[in-house]
């Protein structure tokens, strides 16, 4: 049975840690783990295909690091868990997504962790691993609210390929590439400036 000590934290919002372990081994596994994912995406990466490239048990896996999303935040270094932040976006009226979900997203980037997730955002973009940003939004943090706004039918993708368009611009732009005014542009003027655009890409009508 697992050390309960072993057992993440359940504050929202917020990865805690487990036990160190053996320095090489976690390494190893973060290592391997941050390539699948750049890869295959979340979805198409198995703990268990992880735990065979990194030469360990899956079970080890699971005890350094939880679940796979656990991992998965591990190997980009995410401090915070995207799909509690996004949470109460989900229960958002359908006409007020764009500005909860603006809100919600930039409240991490100016929060304490900041400088962590620009640093992970910045190590994908000079590690040439593109695709873990791509994952990090559409199969991690945009993933619950597809079928929300899946109207018409089949849309709820490309709704949410949209959004990431978006925010990962804003993102970016803001944030890692600091081109002012918009990096010093208050928050609440960022977010009446974007979420118009996010709540038209969710809910507006599209040409498909």
């Known amino acids: ?70 991992l998965f935040l591990a190997s980009v270094d995410i401090p915070v868990d995207p799909t509690k932040v996004i949470a109460p976006v989900l229960d958002t009226p359908p006409d007020e997504i764009g500005s909860r979900l603006a809100r919600a997203v930039f409240s991490v980037w100016e929060s304490p962790h900041k400088p962590a997730v620009v640093a992970a955002f910045r190590s994908a973009m000079a590690g040439n691993e593109p695709t873990l940003i791509r994952t990090f939004l559409l199969e991690v943090v945009l993933r619950d609210l597809g079928p929300r706004v899946d109207e018409p039918p089949g849309t709820g993708m490309l709704r949410m390929q949209l959004v990431a368009s978006q925010m990962a611009g804003v993102l970016v732009t803001r944030y890692v590439l600091e081109i002012e005014p918009l990096a010093s542009l208050p928050v609440d003027d960022l977010v009446a400036i974007v979420a118009p655009t996010l709540q038209r890409y969710l809910t507006g009508d599209l040409p498909v």
């Not at 000590?5 to 919002?13: C, Q, S």
């Not at 979805?43 to 490239?53: I, L, P, Q, Y």
């Open 1 to 70: 049975m697992t050390d309960p000590a072993t057992r993440a934290d359940a504050t929202p919002g917020l990865r805690t840690g487990r036990r160190p372990g053996n320095p090489d081994t976690r390494s190893r596994i973060l290592t391997t783990a941050r390539k699948l994912f750049a890869q295959n995406g979340f979805d198409k990466t198995s703990v268990r295909s992880v735990a065979s490239g990194a030469g360990v048990d899956s079970a080890l896996v699971h005890h350094y690091f939880g679940t796979k999303r656990q």
